[in-house]
């Protein structure tokens, strides 16, 4: 999917809401145990009450890999109906992935052919080499972690390095690689006053904004600093909308949860 493609579907639907498909089974409607493969049926409930309400799915991998082959071919099967079925949804595969360059290959590979996510979170620790391999793919996304909402964020992010802060380098840092236009980025919510410094240096990047909701980020604080003329936000919310309910109408209280989201949505894009 190109950027000119998900702006539209932003303007088409007044909404720039990403839902978190990260599957606990802990957490999911007991009724839904008994069958074969639980959490596609769940995820499939969730996005066929809730698609018409956001732009954007992203399961975070780590709630597929822990139940071994079953978890990772109920991940198959969920990009697979998303893009059988709504391939107007921007796919993000939360994978925070990361290494050498060949192996960066291999993962992306593994994202953006195998699986046909449309984007994938990565980790810039390991620099330009690390990152370029999933740049390299033609119309799809790259998104690397810039501030993250964890209270980890400041053991490195923040501190400075030449009287600038981390994350800023590594922002002005990857606008000099190749393919840098394929960029995003995750800035989380509950870093809200960051924003401002950080359209300075990516005024017309996209951000992936997680931590609204359950984890204290406010709406229109992050909007106030970081909409831009494309809008160029996709703020993630996860366990607030896919655990409105346990009940078997879990997912219409889903969508109950996504459509409070897009109306404030609608009214900030207005």
Not at 64 to 93: D, M, Q, R, S, V
Not at 133 to 140: E, Q, T
Not at 200 to 215: C, D, E, R, T
Request: aromatic share 10%.
């Amino acid at each position: 999917m190109t950027t000119a493609q998900l702006v539209s579907q932003i303007n088409l639907k007044k909404s720039f809401l990403c839902i978190g498909l990260d599957v606990d089974l802990d957490k999911i409607p007991t009724h839904l145990l008994d069958l074969e493969d639980p959490i596609f049926e769940f995820n499939k409930a969730i996005i066929d009450a809730t698609h018409h309400l956001c732009v954007a799915y992203k399961p975070n991998t780590a709630f597929y890999e822990a139940y071994g082959i079953k978890g990772w071919l109920a991940l198959e099967k969920t990009i697979a109906y998303i893009n059988n079925n709504y391939p107007e949804i921007f796919t993000i595969a939360d994978a925070k992935r990361g290494d050498i360059g060949n192996t960066s290959t291999m993962y992306a590979k593994a994202f953006f052919n195998d699986l046909a996510f449309d984007s994938v979170t990565v980790a810039p620790y390991m620099g330009k080499d690390s990152v370029e391999p999933f740049l390299a793919f033609k119309d799809k996304h790259t998104i690397m972690l810039a501030l993250t909402s964890n209270e980890g964020a400041f053991d490195f992010q923040t501190k400075k390095v030449d009287d600038n802060e981390l994350y800023k380098q590594v922002l002005e840092t990857s606008k000099n690689w190749k393919n840098s236009e394929n960029l995003m980025y995750v800035v989380g919510a509950t870093k809200a006053e960051y924003f401002k410094e950080i359209r300075k240096i990516v005024p017309n990047s996209f951000l992936l904004v997680p931590g609204v909701g359950a984890q204290g980020g406010n709406l229109q604080d992050v909007c106030k600093y970081g909409l831009n003329d494309t809008i160029g936000l996709l703020i993630n919310s996860s366990r607030g909308i896919i655990y409105a309910s346990k009940d078997k109408n879990f997912a219409e209280a889903a969508a109950k949860k996504a459509k409070e989201l897009q109306s404030e949505m609608s009214l900030l894009l207005a």
